[in-house]
């Protein structure tokens, strides 16, 4: 039986490199593969891109509403896949990843999903939850916090400054929509702790 793979890590921890090497790994011994990203992430429009500097276009960009089963298999045609590979997978939705699953188990692919676990609040991303709970296996891609201890989270910045509230996905949406240029910074728990512990002092009291 082929299984669903979750691989992930905080940002900058090699992710997308991970997948791109991964791909080509099969393309050498002549074995296809499809790689799809949500919609969502419109970094790189179609467009996978490593921090390294490599990009590769993808096979599928999946609409947010949409089945991702009946994508993959439009996408598939009748010739024989490998692997699945999805980049971003923290912005599927449940029911996506789900049909992740479903690729793997009934259709008899292997998926091995990339993505983060948590936002910049240390939330869960709705993908990212139902792949830990429904994953066959997981896997911890690691990088490291600013501090040299393993990174665990993912700190925002507007204009350089640490924020911990607003919307959860803030993607090349531009200044204006966030009220600043906004950039991303992977911490241990002791620093983001400090960061966002500073932030919650500063702020001025309500009421």
């Given at each position: 039986m082929a299984k669903l793979y979750f691989r992930y890590g905080a940002m900058n921890s090699g992710k997308s490199t991970a997948l791109l090497q991964a791909a080509y790994?099969?393309?050498?011994?002549?074995?296809?593969?499809?790689?799809?990203?949500?919609?969502?992430?419109?970094?790189g429009a179609d467009h996978i891109e490593s921090r390294l500097g490599v990009s590769r276009r993808v096979d599928l960009v999946v609409p947010e509403d949409a089945s991702l089963r009946a994508e993959f298999q439009r996408a598939a045609g009748p010739h024989p896949v490998a692997c699945f590979l999805v980049d971003e997978a923290q912005?599927?939705?449940?029911?996506?990843?789900?049909?992740?699953?479903?690729?793997?188990v009934l259709d008899g692919i292997p998926v091995i999903a990339y993505g983060i676990r948590t936002d910049f609040r240390t939330e869960a991303f709705p993908g990212s939850r139902r792949l830990l709970e429904i994953a066959h296996s997981l896997e911890e891609l690691k990088t490291i916090c600013r501090c040299g201890r393993k990174a665990l989270f993912n700190g925002r910045l507007v204009d350089g400054r640490f924020v911990f509230a607003g919307s959860q996905v803030a993607i090349d949406a531009g200044p204006a929509a966030h009220g600043g240029e906004v950039t991303y910074e992977s911490l241990c728990a002791e620093c983001y702790l400090r960061e966002s512990d500073g932030v919650l002092a500063a702020a001025p009291a309500k009421g």
């Open positions: 790994n099969y393309e050498e011994r002549g074995q296809r593969v499809l790689l799809a990203k949500p919609g969502v992430d419109t970094k912005f599927l939705t449940a029911e996506q990843v789900e049909d992740l699953l479903r690729i793997a």
